[in-house]
């Protein structure tokens, strides 16, 4: 096995060395675990039909995955399928696009981008999210569709109403509609986002964006109050909050500072989520800014406040972070686990519930080599090809037989299916 992908519900994947696929959790009503019905599943299994996998997106209600042949395969909600009825609850290829390099996966849309640097995208159209021009909002397409003007597409990222790609050039563009993400109204068609250049990557959540500049800094944009913050300003809940009038006008991106001025630099990523984001850098330091709501950005748990970026103590030599809403977890060069955030429900992998501002160790692990997380398990790969995970036990997605307990109390080794004979 290779790596783990979660996503945002209570659902996970394992890919393995020759890009097959075993995948458990759920909602799965719309098929999207790919594995031929509509239950939820509390233990992986293998998803048939499918194998080179090089890359695979989970999204709420459907599932893609591009293959070394830049073939693209779907399944799950028939919504953002191609020409077929009911639910597709096993992997099928979508016809009329090739050599696809990106993908990504919301509850309305798929966009995809090819070799070429085209986009293609289909799905719901209602806020414009498809790109397509002012004439398709409010439609709906099931084939995917070329969006019109862009020729040297990089990558792309999507929420439920919003889609933004990064090029060639190093610029972003947005469309579609989200009240944090885009100026007043739908955007139904491409606009450069302003203030941005050198841009390699960019993450995205409901709220915000942020893009990892070609330098290794870091340029968030999206809700006043998260781009602010980034730009090392400090809010408090309750009046001094950006007023919604000043979120309907998108803020320009600002750089991750500190408040006392010092810019952040050599950044390796980003991760943004709702009301919070999480950076790390070349020299292994972790970073959290936005609402302490859930004690993740350095402060006690249920701190009021928004805060910026602030480094998270107990960690160091960090090449790798996940998490969820709720807390996060840090890897280390020497293959220790670390998790900072709201743990009571399981979040750190011990039997001692509680919450951390700063790092805590993760207990009885082999050494790991890759960590992963969906909305409330945490996964851990270990050096020795071991899958173990940790979290809350109700929602499917940890893949583990807790015993009856609704929170793991240790780590739990993941019994992934041995290979078919």
């Not at 964006?209 to 070609?214: P, W």
Request: proline share 7%; with cysteine; glycine share 14%.
């Amino acid at each position: 096995m290779t790596r783990v992908v979660g996503n945002d519900n209570d659902r996970a994947c394992a890919i393995f060395e020759n890009g097959m696929l075993q995948c458990w959790g759920g909602p799965n009503a719309s098929g999207q675990l790919g594995r031929g019905h509509t239950r939820d599943e509390t233990t992986p299994a293998w998803v048939q039909g499918i194998r080179d996998v090089k890359k695979l997106v989970l999204g709420r209600s459907a599932t893609c995955a591009i293959v070394g042949s830049g073939e693209l395969f779907c399944w799950g909600n028939d919504r953002l399928q191609q020409d077929w009825h009911g639910y597709v609850t096993s992997p099928a290829r979508v016809p009329g696009i090739s050599n696809v390099v990106d993908v990504a996966v919301s509850v309305w849309h798929v966009c995809a981008v090819d070799a070429a640097g085209s986009v293609f995208c289909w799905g719901n159209n209602q806020s414009g999210q498809l790109g397509l021009g002012a004439s398709a909002i409010g439609t709906e397409t099931k084939r995917p569709t070329q969006v019109p003007g862009i020729q040297d597409a990089v990558g792309v990222v999507v929420s439920d109403n919003t889609t933004l790609v990064w090029t060639r050039g190093g610029d972003v563009l947005r469309w579609g509609m989200a009240k944090d993400l885009t100026q007043p109204g739908a955007a139904p068609d491409p606009r450069k986002v302003e203030g941005l250049a050198g841009v390699k990557r960019v993450r995205m959540s409901h709220h915000q964006a942020c893009a990892l500049l070609a330098t290794s800094e870091v340029r968030c944009f999206g809700s006043d109050t998260l781009a602010s913050l980034a730009a090392g300003k400090e809010h408090d809940y309750g009046p001094k909050v950006a007023p919604v009038a000043a979120k309907l006008k998108l803020p320009p991106p600002r750089n991750l500072i500190f408040p006392d001025g010092r810019g952040i630099s050599g950044v390796v990523d980003v991760a943004p989520f709702n009301h919070d984001a999480t950076a790390w850098t070349e020299k292994g330091e972790v970073f959290s800014w936005g609402s302490a709501e859930r004690g993740t950005v350095g402060r006690p748990l249920r701190t009021r406040g928004y805060f910026p970026p602030t480094r998270i103590q107990g960690l160091s030599d960090i090449v790798e972070v996940a998490g969820s809403f709720k807390h996060r977890c840090a890897l280390d060069k020497q293959g220790n686990v670390y998790c900072f955030g709201d743990g009571n429900s399981g979040g750190f992998g011990s039997d001692v519930q509680r919450s951390s501002p700063s790092g805590v160790l993760v207990p009885g692990l082999p050494k790991i080599v890759h960590i992963a997380s969906s909305s409330y398990c945490t996964f851990a790969l270990g050096e020795d090809h071991s899958l173990w995970g940790w979290g809350s036990l109700p929602g499917n997605a940890c893949g583990i037989d807790g015993g009856g307990e609704r929170v793991t109390k240790a780590p739990i080794r993941v019994p992934l299916e041995p290979p078919s004979p």
